[in-house]
């Protein structure tokens, strides 16, 4: 009877699974067009809906063995004692041969999809076991927050007990949930904190949220900037200016030897000089800015450049591979060509890899005018009141010899980008989310069943049925919390990470993020709210004399 309930299910959620997976692609392709502006070419694939048909109906039929297994243990004696509820163990040898038949099952089934059956049941065996440390973790966690003092509140007391009767249960249920909050706090999170993360990057990079492109600096940088100073020197609410200049360099000596062959450069036999020129070029930034408080470099050794330096003969490298292997360090004096002149500088500090929105592979920071020559590329950057930030995009698109772009353009397109990227993701979050609320109405279910004797007993002895209720409110509200929390944690967690390598300043929750944290949260009670309600309200106004007749 089991076996057969089992594989109806089966049928029936695959059949809707299928179902709503095609509704999910047609949704993917809809994006899709609109990202790309094309049409794109759609067609149904048989073998995945009869793939995912008989995944889904082998997956619950092989589940269904656990209650045949314990239905065979259950004793005529308990079967005729109506308010027995306690159902006895499977036993571990019982569960250890159906976990290895599932891992069997689904292995084969998902190796047969990746092309590797072995490789399949591999995989599904390490997913059980982490699934099982995990559950584990909960557990531990579920026994902590049932050891909580309840400061002399009765209800609270009941609540916890309650709560750590059936740790296994109750873990599997928080981990539900806190997989499901974690999946759409990560894709909120990491979106909002990686724009976070770029803007801030591009105006501390750029030094300001202008950027100006002169066109006749294509042709010569000193013309191009003498039109920008021209064209900003009347302007209203401009901060301060930065002027960054490209130099493309050739490394000719380090400590007045020629440099060694990298690796690269090892790989072709007797390269001709071109070749070695583009090895050994190297790119120089000069940063140029009237900014009193400009953004120091992230220095690892050595020191930073000060305004003293401008006209000197000293540089910052990065802690690149190549610099590594060339064997430059703090004192290293190199030499430089650049338009047939030779120019000499010593290393004074080492970059760290943060201290640029691509990284500090390649750079190679000197101070202004340490370079007498015209730069192959000049890029003016403006910081602009907010205030005036219209007019001064105004007034430079006015020129047309000049092109402003706003940093917070590139912001807005980003975050485009983020929204119709994270859109399926979202979806599958969504999803996760009502299984875990699913999954909690089950087993609130569950323990109301296993309950009805004491929710009897409690109203025997003068409890009303709203009380009781609130007891479990109390219980389910606690797994709620819990399951927010621990998802929205690991969340903010992982983009504090990537916020401190990449700015230095850990960012758990980026400010956009914010009111979605709090909905989160609010919608994880409210779950554990709605699956008290329907599952043990119907069983809190059944009548004392129903429960207890036959006591």
Do not use: H
């Not at 007391?157 to 928080?174: D, E, G, K, P, Q």
């Not at 999170?189 to 600096?217: D, I, M, S, Y």
């Amino acid at each position: 009877m089991f076996l057969s309930e089992a594989l109806l299910l089966g049928i029936m959620g695959s059949i809707v699974g299928v179902v709503l997976g095609l509704l999910l692609t047609g949704i993917v392709y809809q994006y899709g067009e609109t990202f790309l502006q094309q049409r794109l070419p759609a067609r149904i694939y048989p073998e995945a809906i009869l793939y995912g048909m008989v995944l889904g109906t082998v997956v619950t039929l092989v589940f269904g063995v656990l209650p045949v297994l314990t239905a065979n243990k259950v004793r005529p004696a308990t079967i005729l004692r109506p308010n027995e509820t306690a159902l006895p163990a499977t036993g571990c040898l019982n569960v250890f041969v159906t976990l290895i038949l599932v891992v069997v099952v689904i292995g084969a089934i998902a190796g047969r999809i990746l092309g590797s059956i072995p490789a399949g049941i591999i995989g599904v065996a390490l997913t059980l076991l982490l699934l099982a440390f995990l559950v584990g973790v909960m557990w531990v966690i579920v026994w902590f927050v049932g050891k909580l003092p309840s400061f002399g509140i009765a209800d609270l007391r009941l609540a916890l007990r309650n709560l750590s009767s059936r740790r296994i249960r109750t873990a599997t249920t928080l981990l539900a949930l806190a997989a499901g909050m974690f999946a759409l706090s990560s894709i909120t999170f990491v979106g909002a904190g990686t724009r976070e993360l770029l803007n801030f990057q591009l105006t501390q990079n750029f030094g300001g949220n202008v950027l100006v492109f002169p066109l006749l600096g294509m042709v010569s940088p000193a013309i191009g900037q003498a039109t920008v100073n021209a064209q900003v020197s009347n302007m209203q609410g401009i901060e301060y200016t930065t002027q960054t200049m490209t130099y493309s360099a050739n490394l000719i000596a380090i400590d007045g030897a020629p440099p060694p062959e990298t690796e690269m450069q090892a790989l072709i036999e007797e390269a001709p000089r071109r070749a070695q020129r583009i090895f050994n070029a190297l790119r120089l930034q000069a940063r140029e800015t009237t900014n009193p408080n400009p953004a120091p470099f992230t220095v690892i050794a050595g020191r930073t450049l000060t305004p003293e330096d401008n006209g000197r003969a000293v540089m910052l490298v990065s802690d690149d591979f190549l610099t590594q292997q060339r064997g430059i360090g703090l004192g290293s004096m190199l030499t430089l060509e650049y338009n047939d002149a030779t120019y000499s500088f010593e290393v004074v500090g080492v970059l760290g890899t943060a201290s640029s929105v691509f990284g500090s592979v390649g750079q190679y920071i000197i101070p202004p005018d340490s370079i007498t020559q015209s730069p192959n590329f000049a890029l003016t950057t403006l910081q602009v009141a907010p205030e005036n930030l219209n007019q001064v995009l105004l007034d430079l698109s006015a020129n047309p010899l000049i092109i402003a772009l706003d940093i917070s353009f590139i912001d807005s397109l980003l975050g485009r980008l983020i929204a119709q990227f994270s859109a399926i993701p979202t979806i599958v979050g969504l999803l996760s989310l009502l299984a875990a609320a699913v999954a909690m109405a089950n087993t609130v279910s569950l323990a109301t069943l296993e309950r009805r004797r004491q929710i009897g007993i409690l109203k025997a002895v003068g409890l009303k049925g709203q009380r009781v209720l609130w007891i479990m409110l109390l219980e389910n509200t606690a797994i709620g919390l819990l399951g927010g929390f621990l998802g929205i944690g690991l969340s903010a967690l992982g983009v504090a990470l990537m916020t401190a390598l990449g700015t230095g300043i850990p960012t758990p929750i980026p400010s956009t993020a914010v009111p979605v944290a709090i909905a989160l949260m609010a919608a994880a009670v409210l779950i554990a709210w709605v699956a008290t309600f329907l599952s043990a309200r119907p069983a809190v106004r059944e009548r004392v004399t129903n429960v207890l007749r036959y006591e």
